[in-house]
Structure formats: C-alpha cells, structure tokens
C-alpha cells in the first residue's frame, strides 16, 4: 500500500472505538415517482386501496423485522413501533389519503407531500433537538411506504453476510437495529448527529460510527479498504502502510485497554484515599439492566419511562406501567433505582394526546409542566410508581425540568393525593419512598437553595443545563462549536447546585453527558457530586479513574478551575491534570496524544 494514495474525510465521531476492513455501500438507489392526475371516483377509490395495501405491507414488514431481532437487543424494537406509529400518523396517513380523494393526486406523490408537511412541522422546532431528530423516522416510514408503492424491494442488512464497514447516505431505525456487532466492524452515514438511532444503537452494541460525512457514498467504493476513527471522526480510504499499523496498534491498544479495566468495573466507586460515590446507569427499558450490571453499574440512576408512553398508539394504562416499574424494581433488588416522571412535551405524544399549538414547543408544555396540566396521566403514573416502590423499597421518585416552587408544590400535593388513594384500599406502598428534582435549568440554579428544603434528592441534568444556560441548540451546525460543558457559567451552575444540596442535606447526582465522559472525573469529583449517572457502557472507564482519584487532590484542582474565564483555559487544565494522572487513558483516547505512546502519529498528507 501506498501512504499517498488514501484519502482521508471527517464526520462526526459518534461511536468511540476503531473500525478496520472493506466497506459495504448500502445503495438503494433514487425512487421514481410518477405525476398523474386520478380520472373518476373509482379511480380514486382503487388509488386509496393501493396506499392502504402498502401501508399495511411496510407495517408488517417492521414487525417481521421485530420479530427477527435477537432477545439481548429486544429494546431496540421499540424504534420500530415509533415507525409503524408514524405509518398510522393522521398527519400522515390521513393526509395522503385526502391528497387523493380532493386533489385526485396518485399515491407516490401524496405520500411525499404529507411527509413534505411533517417535516416542516419539525423543522419549525429549532430548539428542540428531539423533534429534529424524529424526521430521520418520518423519512424512513415514508420511504419504506414509497418503495412499496414503487414495486421496489426495501433492502435489508440482514443480507450482509461478511464483517464490513457499513457506509450509507443514512441508516433507518430498522436498519440501525438489525446490525450485528459479529458483522459489522463500523458505520459511516452522510447524514446524521451524536442522537440518531444509528448513533445510539451503535453506542450501545460497542460499534465504532462516524455520522455526518459529506458525500462518503461518492468517494468511498464498494470493497474499497476504510479506517474509521469513532471518536475523531477521521475515515481513511485506501490507507497506506504506516496508517495501518497506527491504527492497528491503536485498535489493539485500546481493546486491551478496555478488556484490562472491564475486570475491575464490579469495584465500588471509591477514591483512593477513601471517598466513596455512586457509579449508576441511564436506561430506557428494563432489558438494558444486563448490560447495566455487566458493566458495574451500582444502581439505576435515571430510568427514562417516556420511552413507554412513545411508543404506544394508546395510553398505557396502569398495569402496564406498574408491571414494567416492578420488574425494574425487583432485577435492581436492592440496589436503587430513580424513575423519572414522563419527560416530554405535547408535541412528542401520540394520537393519544390533544394536539397543542405551540410556536415553541421546547419552552412550551412539557415534561413537570404537561404532567401537571394532564393529572389524570400523571396520577396514573405515580399510582404505578408507588405501587411498585412496595417490591423491594429501592424505588426513588424524579420530577424532570423543576423550574420553581409552585411546581413542587402541586407534584406534592398530587402526589399525596395518590398515596392517600392507595392507602384507602389498603394498597401497600413505600411511604418513605425519596422524592426529588431534576435541576436542569437556571431557574432551579437560582432558586436550589430553597427547592432543596421541599425534596430529598437533586440530580443535574447537563445536557438541558448546559443549552439553557448558554441559549445554544447544540443540533444547529451553526452554532454547535459555542456547546461547552466546560463553559465557566455551567461549572458555576453545577458548584451551586451542588452546595445547596449539601447545605441543605441533601444527595446531588449528576445524569447528564457529562457524567459519562471520563476526562471530566477530577473536576466533577472536585465539585463533589455524589453519583454519576451514565450510558451503561461508559461506566468502566469512569470507575476505573474514579478509584484512581485522590479527592483532596480533585477538590483543589476544582477549587482552581471555578475561578477561571473561559472554558479554553478549563480544558487545557483538564487536558494537563488526566495527562498527567491517567497518562494510558489519555494517550489511548485522546485523538491529540503525541506524548510517551508507543504510538506516533502519522504524517498525513492531503486532507
């Protein structure tokens, strides 16, 4: 091989780890879509049968797909109930429909249109990174519907039949869920963000993935031999020999490196002169807690149940919640576990829900808010939540985006309303059940003192803090660079709401991003965060420099960064301090290591 004969692209790292081998285009081709006007009401009526026909042929083509997926990935399938929910869609199914029938349009074209619509709809929600990443659903919904329509066959992965490196123009949540880590070495997507399903399912498969790659389908080939960097981004195609050996050393590097550190994750979380915190997962469904376990995860600390209410085309009733909490409850037994209350806003709910007017829906009426404004919803679900709590006692109660008093107030007094409830038919109950807030916006920043005298927990939720704090949406490319966790305004936010925690006597967590990132350890320790709440498969790496940590060591350096200006200046002291403690963890994951690593960077030429 010849060093100056690759190429070398970037994206956006999306999935930590390095993938080496040919790659395989999935190409599915442009589909045609012919303009023709319906002659007659029995034209009409054969058009709409048609549209119905393929609508019910890509629905039962999901749910063979579901059906097909491997027990230890049975939670992804909710991806493909969102799908076969937006197939369903009024806005959607409905509106094709009626493009038929008044403007006699055939299938093909109202289904573009409806979806046309929809995605309108989305766009218009700037600051709602959700909403944004929903239209990769819509598209895939509406080109599965479209290809029936065409006569064209939908291909799946399931025909990969070599390990490869799998690059596309995007990948489905019905393509994303059907990758199998035997197979796939890595994923390259020209579109994309750190939130798709692509990103998230490989994530969580140990997967290295490079989105948002700009015209990777044309310049990568078939076959063609591709390095892909998960976490720099970096694609080599065609890599010489001195790139190869790098990164296979790299790859071997940092393999023995995870494997090493993997065996010591069921250690508690304690520094070395003998501060101990709590080191616990982020889960959406009860089939991840194997994982969660496996990787040493301690306790549950956030458990996201409007996966639950998403995923439905009705509302979920009572018993259906109650048996999804008591399964968690007893799995976990007795380690604890935080269920946060429905964490969404009206535009994210189903048929289910009264469709709201809101010009923006991310300041709008969403998660405390919409639970308060439906009580019904949410007295269903605390009824659930309590009763569950009985299992084992290990239940905590979470109220997400708290931004003052009142809404305290009237949780609690739902709240209470409920146990009085239960408690009149002798329904059993943890009545010391903690009942505690999200400090996720400024607001709560500002007002942490006197929250924390009405609940018996906090937990900072960094990825909302950070957005709000800064006004930056961090899914707008425009201004993407300004999203820093490291901005002197969060560390401040965290450091307050921390100490009127303590003050008050209360425990403070922290479940956002930030939390899994093991760079961060010194700091956050330093500003003594109780527990770290995180992606199941981040928690080895965390554990690990945790327990190497001497919190007098850590409490000073975050008493030297809080007095700093700029968040440049923080991460380079951040930078300095993991070089110089956890030199391997810096130098195996760290994309600008040029220090004492066996490795050395090659000379790149080119881009």
């Known amino acids: 091989m010849n060093d100056h004969s690759s190429l070398t692209i970037r994206g956006i790292g999306a999935a930590p780890g390095i993938a080496i081998g040919k790659a395989f285009l999935l190409e599915r081709g442009r589909i045609p879509v012919p303009r023709y006007r319906l002659f007659g009401e029995q034209a009409v009526a054969e058009e709409c049968k048609r549209f119905e026909k393929a609508v019910a042929e890509a629905e ?23 799908q076969q929910m937006i197939l369903r869609d009024p806005s959607i199914y409905d509106e094709s429909l009626r493009y038929i029938k008044e403007e006699r349009t055939n299938a093909q074209l109202a289904v573009i249109k409806s979806l046309r619509k929809a995605k309108e709809l989305f766009n218009s929600l700037s600051n709602d990174e959700y909403a944004k990443s929903r239209i990769a659903d819509v598209n895939a919904a509406g080109d599965r519907v479209i290809r029936i329509l065409a006569g064209q066959n939908h291909t799946n992965l399931e025909h990969l039949h070599e390990r490869a490196v799998i690059v596309a123009h995007d990948l489905s949540p019905a393509d994303a869920i059907q990758l199998q880590a035997g197979r796939t070495l890595g994923i390259v997507t020209e579109i994309g963000g750190s939130v798709s399903h692509t990103s998230i399912v490989a994530r969580s498969l140990g997967i290295p993935a490079v989105t948002g790659v700009e015209n990777a389908a044309r310049l990568i080939s078939n076959n063609d031999f591709i390095i892909v960097d998960g976490r720099t ?16 050393n790299r790859q071997d590097e940092i393999s023995a490196y995870l494997k090493q550190i993997s065996r010591h994750a069921h250690l508690p979380a304690q520094t070395s002169d003998g501060h101990r915190v709590s080191a616990e997962a982020n889960i959406e469904a009860v089939e991840e807690i194997v994982a969660a376990k496996d990787n040493g995860a301690e306790a549950i600390g956030l458990y996201r149940t409007e996966f639950f209410f998403m995923n439905r085309v009705e ?21 604890q576990v935080t269920i946060r209350t429905l964490d969404l806003g009206a535009e994210k709910l189903t048929s289910w829900c009264p469709t709201l007017e809101e010009a923006n829906p991310a300041l709008g009426l969403r998660s405390i808010r919409l639970c308060l404004h439906y009580k019904e919803i949410f007295k269903t679900q605390l009824r659930a939540i309590l009763r569950a709590s009985a ?14 008093m009142e809404e305290i107030y009237q949780a609690r007094r739902i709240f209470k309303e409920v146990q009085a409830e239960l408690s009149a038919k002798r329904i059993p109950f943890d009545e010391d059940m903690p009942f505690g807030a999200m400090i996720e916006v400024p607001s709560a920043v500002a007002m942490a003192d006197l929250l924390a005298q009405e609940v018996d927990f906090f937990s900072i939720g960094t990825n909302d803090l950070i957005q709000y704090a800064i006004g930056i949406d961090r899914s707008n490319e425009h201004v993407a660079y300004l999203y820093e966790a490291l901005h002197p305004g969060v560390l401040r936010f965290i450091k307050q709401a921390v100490d009127a925690g303590h003050e008050a006597g209360i425990p403070v967590a922290l479940c956002g991003e930030m939390a899994g990132e093991p760079l961060y350890v010194p700091i956050l320790l330093g500003l003594k965060i109780d527990s770290f709440s995180m992606n199941p498969v981040a928690l080895p790496r965390v554990k690990n420099l945790i327990r190497r940590s001497s919190m007098k060591e850590c409490c000073r350096f975050a008493n030297q960064v809080i007095h700093m200006r700029t968040a440049s200046e923080i991460e380079q002291a ?8 956890f030199p391997e963890e810096f130098h195996v994951f760290d994309p600008n290591w040029t220090g004492n690593s066996t490795l050395a960077v090659p000379n790149k030429s080119g881009s």
């Open 574 to 581: 951040v930078s300095k301090m993991v070089m110089r403690k």
């Open 60 to 82: 039962a083509d999901l749910e063979a797909i579901k059906k097909s997926i491997k027990t230890e990935f049975r939670e992804h399938a909710r991806l493909l109930e969102v």
């Open 391 to 404: 299992v084992a006692r290990n239940i905590r109660l979470m109220l997400p985006l708290i931004s003052g």
């Open 233 to 248: 981004g970096i694609i080599i195609i065609n890599p010489g020999e001195s790139e190869l050996r790098f990164y296979t």
């Open 315 to 335: 509302l979920p009733d009572e018993e259906s919640l109650y048996r999804d909490y008591h399964d968690l409850a007893e799995l976990m037994a007795p380690s």
